[in-house]
């Protein structure tokens, strides 16, 4: 029995040491918080490039995909992002046209005048927003549903849109035909415009044109003629997608049917008013000052100019110039008339013909035909020819002018 009790008291220390083993002391737990610190800072460091952090310093590869539209994912199919756009719409200058506003707000006018006869109904027009954007973007948002009609700007020589959304188109059409009134919108059925339908919208068309003539007047005469009417966007097209243009959208109210038309010109058809355009009010003068002006031309008319007499000219070769020397004579061709007929140039522009004399023991040249034409006559065509001729006798009578003084 006592080595027994020997025996158990001596397995006793081995199972307190097993159980001090397992649980920890004040160091372990010291070890323990040491060593789970790293993974709690992890933990925070990850949440922080995920979300961006405070500082927004630090992005995961998620966040940077998102932000480029996922370029980098290798996906056929992805979405265009708004970096892109920020970075794409910076490629086009859009300028303000004041004035086009005011020739919208003429067209309302005249056009709810002229399609209350055109329809013998109420109608109410509202021009709802202008705005400025790419052509291709308009053209990739705009229903597939509208028509659209391409017109022409005559003296412009360009193209612009009519487009016509299907609730207006569909109204007009059931207000021609004699559709009841005051029973509520119609359901607009999901299929193509018949003939006679688009016969009824290309006389909508033809009469919005000729009021937005009108309305253009103050700025400048030009006729918009209607060229066709499309059902496809894509036939459609009158300018590069990257190019910018004006989208200006009508509500039109008859009653108790209503649609959306839109007027989208390119930037290059408005190109040859666009300065009129740009300005504040009918009348700008865009900071001229006349009396600058005036000032600028009477000093003009006081500059000083040389004016050359030329008796003869003679082209000599190239190795007769180079033999050249003190005392050698060249013969110059001379008409042995008298008087002498000569010609005046100015910086080798020949201006006027005359006939030599003598004036008061001066030498003097009469006047004898104008060789430029007068002021109201010059054309940009004449004078870019005047120049191209005055650079090539230059340079052909230069030889002669220099040998004649050797």
């Known amino acids: ?55 927004g310093h630090a992005l995961d590869q998620s966040a940077i995909d998102a932000m480029l539209g996922n370029a980098f994912s290798g996906s056929a199919m992805r979405e265009e992002s708004g970096m892109e756009r920020i970075i794409k719409a910076g490629f086009v200058a859009y300028e303000r046209m004041p004035m086009l506003e005011n020739v919208f707000d003429r067209l309302v006018r005249f056009l709810s005048s002229t399609l209350r006869g055109f329809t013998n109904d109420n109608v109410d027009i509202t021009m709802e927003n202008m705005r400025s ?7 990739g948002e705009v229903p597939s549903s509208s028509l659209f009609s391409v017109f022409r700007a005559e003296q412009w020589r360009n193209y612009g849109l009519v487009v016509v959304d299907s609730s207006l ?11 009841e009134r005051g029973g509520g919108p119609k359901i607009i059925e999901n299929r193509p415009h018949t003939a006679l339908e688009r016969a009824l919208i ?21 006729d918009l003629s209607f060229e066709r009417l499309e059902i496809s966007s894509s036939l459609a097209v009158i300018a590069r997608p990257s190019n910018a243009a004006i989208a200006a ?45 005036n000032h600028l031309i009477s000093e003009i ?23 050249l020397k003190e005392g050698s004579v060249l013969h110059l061709p001379s008409k042995g008339e008298a008087p002498h007929r000569v010609r005046m140039e100015c910086d080798g522009t020949p201006i006027f013909e005359g006939t030599l004399g003598r004036l008061h023991r001066m030498q003097a040249v009469r006047i004898d035909q104008r060789l430029i034409p007068l002021e109201e006559d010059l054309t940009p065509e004449l004078l870019a020819s005047l120049g191209s001729a005055s650079v090539d006798q ?9 040998a004649s003084e050797k």
């Open 1 to 55: 029995m006592a080595d027994e009790e020997e025996q158990a008291q001596a397995d006793q220390p081995d199972l307190t040491e097993g159980q001090g083993a397992e649980q920890p002391g004040p160091d372990t737990e010291d070890n323990a918080a040491r060593t789970e610190a790293p993974e709690e800072e992890g933990t925070s460091s990850s949440g922080v490039a995920a979300h961006g952090g405070d500082d």
């Open 249 to 293: 959208r009508f509500h039109i109210d008859m009653g108790d049917r209503s649609g959306d038309m839109d007027i989208v010109i390119p930037y290059a058809t408005l190109e040859p008013v666009r300065e009129k355009l740009s300005q504040q009010f009918m009348g700008d003068n865009f900071g001229n000052d006349s009396i600058w002006e």
């Open 133 to 139: 954007l790419r052509f291709g973007d308009y053209m």
């Open 202 to 222: 290309e006389k909508l068309i033809v009469i919005t044109l000729a009021d937005l003539s009108e309305a253009f007047a103050p700025v400048g005469k030009v």
């Open 301 to 323: 008319m006081e500059t000083s100019v040389t004016v050359s007499t030329v008796f003869e000219t003679a082209s000599f070769p190239l190795s007769q110039i180079l033999e």
């Open 169 to 179: 188109s569909y109204s007009i059409v059931d207000i021609l035909m004699g559709g």
């Open 394 to 402: 230059q340079s052909a009578e230069q030889r002669g002018h220099h």
